[in-house]
Nanobody, 123 residues
Framework: VQLQASGGGLVQAGGSLSVSCVVS????????MGWFRQAPGKEREFVAA????????DYSDSVKGRFTFSADNAKNTVYLQMNSLQPDDTAVYYC?????????????????WGQGTQVTVSS
């Protein structure tokens, strides 16, 4: 199983970025998929997740209304569109996959992880 995240970069505050995660070895519609981020010196934190089989999407309060999680089952790829980015959004962004639907905000519940992609927002 491989999760390949890409699309990070440097953007000014107020700008937008889209990160993607190409998944191989599993079918994303059979898994709950999550996005997490980790800033230097901080714990990995939940950003967004979609329940398996096209279920509902949850967002952290800090990104709700600014970030959009989407999935393309045909491409076995998930995306995170990030708008109105702020310096506090600077982090390495990770995609992850979990077989179940519960506890999607907890990193420890995910079995598969991508390598992460850096997002840097300048003020």
């Amino acid at each position: 199983v491989q999760l390949q995240a890409s699309g990070g970069g440097l953007v000014q505050a107020g700008g937008s970025l889209s990160v993607s995660c190409v998944v191989s070895g599993i079918t994303i519609r059979s898994y709950s998929m999550g996005w997490f981020r980790q800033a230097p010196g901080k714990e990995r934190e939940f950003v967004a997740a979609i329940r398996r089989s096209g279920g509902s999407i949850d967002y952290s309060d800090s990104v709700k209304g600014r970030f959009t999680f989407s999935a393309d089952n045909a491409k076995n790829t998930v995306y995170l569109q990030m708008n109105s980015l702020q310096p506090d959004d600077t982090a390495v962004y990770y995609c992850a996959a979990r077989a179940g639907n519960a506890g999607l905000t907890l990193p420890g519940n995910y079995r598969y992880w991508g390598q992460g992609t850096q997002v840097t927002v300048s003020s």
